[in-house]
């Protein structure tokens, strides 16, 4: 906002950052009596230029993130007490391979874990260093391993990192990449706090049909994010 701001001749008064419903959120505060003296394609650009940015920064986060991170192998981030994973001796660090011969992935995982019926799991992980083989058998009442994961960083950037920091990093991006993402749809999306809802107003001229499309679309989220019963 205040890059383009500026670049259209306004006068930034203040910017910064805030956390709010812990999410960090940036703001800019650009002097309202000459943002009303340029013309609407201007003033839909600089308001548009904040979900701009979060949607770049989303992408390119994303992009960091195909560099980093392998479609296959799970690292453990945690295990649920009492869990299938916890009764096997499964741990935080330790990194699954392969499932019954399978490379270890998202879906892989999914398919036999949540299979209803009970099954024998083969699993190659790696576990502190060593690679070695855990036989566990699922029960049919049993639809869940009990972990929290993440997909493996690729091999040379555990090389050059160590798994621990290349985890954290990689969590760090996509953590980025969702809260950008994130920030991206809210604040384009035609609601009265966004800058979705200031652009309606800006292109359309007119107060009720501003409030109208505001009122609209604050009430499908309300739907949307509603329980259902």
Same mark, same amino acid.
């Given at each position: 906002?205040?890059?383009?701001?500026?670049?259209?001749?306004?006068?930034?008064?203040?910017?910064?950052?805030?956390?709010?419903?812990?999410?960090?959120?940036?703001?800019?505060?650009?002097?309202?009596?000459?943002?009303?003296?340029?013309?609407?394609?201007?003033?839909?650009?600089?308001?548009?230029?904040?979900?701009?940015?979060?949607? !770049?920064?989303?992408?390119?986060?994303?992009?960091?993130? @195909?560099?980093?991170?392998?479609?296959?192998?799970?690292?453990? !981030?945690?295990?649920?007490?009492?869990? !299938?994973?916890?009764?096997?001796?499964?741990?935080?660090?330790?990194?699954?391979?392969?499932?019954?011969?399978?490379?270890?992935?998202? !879906?892989?995982?999914?398919?036999?874990? @949540?299979?209803?019926?009970?099954?024998?799991?083969?699993?190659?992980?790696?576990?502190?260093?060593?690679?070695?083989?855990?036989?566990?058998?699922?029960?049919?009442?049993?639809?869940?391993?009990?972990?929290?994961?993440?997909?493996?960083?690729?091999?040379?950037?555990?090389?050059?990192?160590?798994?621990?920091?290349?985890?954290?990093?990689?969590?760090?991006?996509?953590?980025?990449?969702?809260?950008?993402?994130?920030?991206?749809?809210?604040? @384009?999306?035609?609601?009265?706090?966004?800058?979705?809802?200031?652009?309606?107003?800006?292109?359309?001229?007119?107060?009720?049909?501003?409030?109208?499309?505001?009122?609209?679309?604050?009430?499908?989220?309300?739907?949307?994010?509603?329980?259902?019963?």
């Amino acid at each position: 906002h205040a890059y383009t701001a500026r670049s259209h001749g306004l006068k930034v008064k203040s910017l910064g950052f805030i956390i709010a419903f812990i999410l960090p959120l940036a703001f800019t505060e650009i002097d309202d009596e000459e943002f009303k003296k340029i013309p609407v394609k201007n003033r839909v650009t600089i308001l548009a230029s904040g979900p701009s940015a979060n949607l !770049l920064l989303s992408l390119i986060a994303l992009y960091i993130a @195909s560099l980093i991170m392998s479609p296959t192998g799970i690292v453990i !981030l945690s295990v649920e007490e009492n869990s !299938l994973a916890y009764k096997y001796g499964l741990k935080p660090g330790d990194v699954i391979l392969e499932i019954n011969g399978e490379q270890a992935d998202r !879906l892989t995982l999914a398919k036999y874990v @949540s299979n209803k019926t009970g099954l024998n799991l083969t699993l190659k992980i790696l576990s502190n260093g060593v690679v070695k083989t855990l036989e566990i058998y699922k029960p049919e009442n049993i639809t869940k391993l009990g972990i929290s994961f993440t997909m493996k960083p690729y091999d040379h950037v555990v090389e050059a990192l160590g798994l621990d920091t290349a985890v954290a990093l990689q969590l760090i991006i996509l953590w980025l990449y969702v809260v950008n993402l994130g920030l991206s749809v809210v604040n @384009s999306a035609p609601l009265f706090i966004s800058d979705g809802g200031r652009i309606v107003y800006e292109v359309s001229k007119n107060k009720p049909i501003g409030h109208t499309v505001n009122i609209l679309s604050l009430i499908i989220l309300i739907l949307a994010v509603a329980p259902l019963k």
